[in-house]
């Protein structure tokens, strides 16, 4: 995805709502391809969702606008050993 790469400091919003989701801090390389994250910026704006499409996985959505965002997977780094892997087309990054 086009943010990836990016090292730049700031917040990842959900470009559907504008409602912050993660902290550059807490994005990571996976290795995935994709913009991953171990830690949203606080508990209350992902939502989470059973998805069965292709095995069971754990859907993330934004819990205001209720946009997919991506999966989570128990693979992350610690702490939270989560990796929230997000589409760079559901974010909009701002320094």
Known sequence: GELNDNKRKGIYRAKACGVDLFHSDHKFDSGTGWPSFSEPVADN????????????????LCNVCEAHLGHAFPDGPEPSGVRFCINSESLKFVE
Request: charged share 30%; net charge negative.
């Open 45 to 60: 704006v992902i939502q989470y969702e059973l998805d069965t499409t292709y095995g069971r996985r754990i859907e993330v």
